[in-house]
């Protein structure tokens, strides 16, 4: 099973900032099957990016994801107040161990 | 509107038997795959299987094989999550999802389920 790290656990910052979230893999993740989901308290979650960097329909350009192998990372370019959420990463290339990083939290500082 | 429409919560005992419902409409059900995913109280995000309404093939994570039975009824576009014997450790949000590959591109709402004695 690929166990996916993602740091850091919480990530304080104001509006307008630039926020960078890791995801880290246990285990080379091939073809890049890496999405990243945002939710918000009460909410379900919410596909941001798949295939690593493909942005979702209707998902801003603010948000834009990186990286191959082993190392992703989810970028905001410019926080703005409705951005404050939870973010998981998750990797689908191993059927049926599909997993799920536990999660970065953006509040505000 | 393409949209998942999951059941409501249920409070049950431990030991009680249980089957949620997530319903897809606006789209065709059975070119998708439909997955469930457990988030316990203030916890992140778990896989649990999924399955093609198409053929019924049915696919679950090693952590939930045996713990939990997922099927469904492609003439009601709906898809199923059931147990025979809940515990308290069931005490959860369960999340449908619709997936094109093997992410999620549209989730239900959630279900609710609140096991207690």
């Known amino acids: 099973e690929i166990v996916l790290t993602q740091s850091p656990g919480t990530l304080s910052l104001s509006p307008g900032e630039r926020a960078t979230l890791s995801c880290r893999a246990s285990q080379s993740v091939t073809n890049n099957f890496l999405a990243w989901y945002q939710q918000k308290p009460g909410q379900a979650p919410r596909l941001l990016i798949y295939?690593?960097?493909s942005r979702a329909t209707g998902i801003p350009d603010r948000f834009s994801g990186s990286g191959s192998g082993t190392d992703f990372t989810l970028t905001i370019s410019r926080l703005e107040p409705e951005d404050f959420a939870v973010y998981y990463c998750?990797?689908?290339?191993?059927?049926?161990?599909?997993?799920f990083g536990q999660g970065t939290k953006v509040d505000i500082k | 509107e393409v949209q998942l429409v999951q059941s409501g919560a249920e409070v049950k005992k431990p030991g009680e038997s249980l089957k949620i419902s997530c319903k897809g409409s606006?789209?065709?059900?059975?070119?998708?795959?439909i997955g469930w995913v457990r988030q316990m109280p203030g916890k992140g995000l778990e896989w649990m299987g999924v399955i093609h309404p198409g053929d019924s093939d049915t696919r679950y994570s090693p952590s939930f094989q045996g713990q939990v039975t997922i099927s469904v009824d492609k003439s009601i576009s709906t898809a199923y999550l059931q147990w025979t014997s809940l515990k308290a450790s069931d005490t959860a949000m369960y999340y449908c999802g619709r997936l094109p590959h093997w992410y999620f591109d549209l989730w239900g709402r959630g279900t609710l389920i609140t096991v207690s004695s």
């Open positions: 295939g690593a960097s």
């Open positions: 606006g789209y065709s059900f059975t070119s998708y795959w």
């Open positions: 998750q990797q689908y290339d191993r059927s049926p161990t599909w997993t």
